[in-house]
């Protein structure tokens, strides 16, 4: 065990900090003085067209979070009471729940153990004739294997792709942007995210011929932006729909986070790198494995984590670094064994690799302004705990 002494009179170096960058306050001020401070206003243009231009979205559609912009995509893809939508089981539950509120069934994929994106092999053992589309996630902004998935669906066109992307923003594989690759991809700008404005999140719509009735679900199952185009002389019911805009004065907040954002990747980057050479000399003898990125990638910097051997182990650390004043935590539970999976599964799947990574991984405190002192005490927990667990 870690001696909690040691980090006496020492404050603790939480998970998670937010972080201003830049004019957040001074455009949250000027969205209020303007008098719109509900969704689409100037600072919700700015803001779109910031990521439009790092994504090449035909469209994006700020959001209240990312669960939101994943239901305004399973509304637009409006699956039958026969269609299933696959998504990993290692993931949040606002990638299944999302699907599963539109009548769709699910079914789990495993993750491979590399990147700990969905498994282009159990993927192609899942696929269906029921099948309407797949949600790939890009694990700690890692790109998860595109082109084995690609692979697997390149007979199956009828098969929709939408990027659980809230992790990714700012990543690319191969030269392409995270959040291109799908037909829709669902981003976060959650507190604890890249780039946050404490709750929110975006549609990024990659096909024009979506646009038109993404906006109608958007606006409420109203033609508003249609007549805020000048497209039509008044605007009127037309479709399903619900209220999904984000307010201004919160886009204004995002606003000048992505105005920022090459010192935010910038900072996160010099984290991963700085955990990685802390920790790399001591993985082998420890048995840790760091995080993998592949060749050709550059990961968008969400987070950093280590797997552990086992479940003791990985539990064991965190007691002993919680208990020395650092807040490192664990990740999700496999979503095909919780309840809610098991109701809303087309029929049960087998995912140990999720059971076993769920159960050894430990995640680092990462935020935008955590310093090198900083990374060499959590480093140094950490070690110090696996080290007492094998002496």
Sequence with gaps: MVDASSSAGTADIPFNRVSVVGNELDYMRQAIEASHTSAGGSFSSRAGAILQAETGAEEVLLTTSCTSALELAAMQLDPQPHNTVIVPSFTFTSTALAFARQGAKLLFCDI????????????????????????????????????????????????????????????????????????????????????????????????????????????????????????????????????????????????????????????????????????????????????????????????????????????????????????????????????????FAAYPSECPVSEDISGRIVRLPFHNDLSAADAERVAASLIASLSATRA
């Design 112 to 343: 491979e153990p590399r990147t700990l994106g969905l498994d282009p092999g159990h993927l192609a053992e899942l696929l269906d004739d029921s099948v309407c589309a797949v949600v790939p996630v890009h694990y700690a902004g890692i790109p998860c294997d595109i082109a084995g998935i690609r692979e697997v669906l390149a007979d199956r066109p009828d098969v929709t792709v939408i990027e659980d992307n809230a992790h990714g923003l700012l990543g690319r594989w191969r030269g392409e942007p995270l959040g291109s690759w799908g037909r829709f991809a669902a981003q976060s700008f959650h507190e604890t995210k890249n780039i946050a404005c404490g709750e929110g999140g975006a549609l990024l719509i990659n096909d024009a011929a979506d646009v038109d009735r993404t906006r109608i679900l958007y606006d409420k199952g109203t033609n508003r932006k249609a007549f805020m185009l000048g497209q039509v002389d008044k605007y009127s019911w037309q479709d399903i729909g619900a209220s999904f805009g984000l307010s201004d004065v919160l886009a204004a907040y995002l606003c000048a986070q992505l105005e920022g954002r090459e010192t935010v990747q910038d900072k996160r980057s010099a984290v991963f790198w700085r955990y990685h050479e802390l920790l790399e000399p001591h993985a082998e003898v420890l048995g840790m494995r760091l995080p993998v990125v592949p060749a050709g990638c550059r990961p968008a910097y969400h987070m950093y984590y280590v797997l552990l051997p086992d479940r003791q182990t990985r539990d064991r650390a965190l007691a002993d670094m919680r208990a020395d004043g650092v807040q490192a935590t664990f990740h999700y539970l496999p979503l095909h064994s919780s309840r809610a999976g098991r109701q």
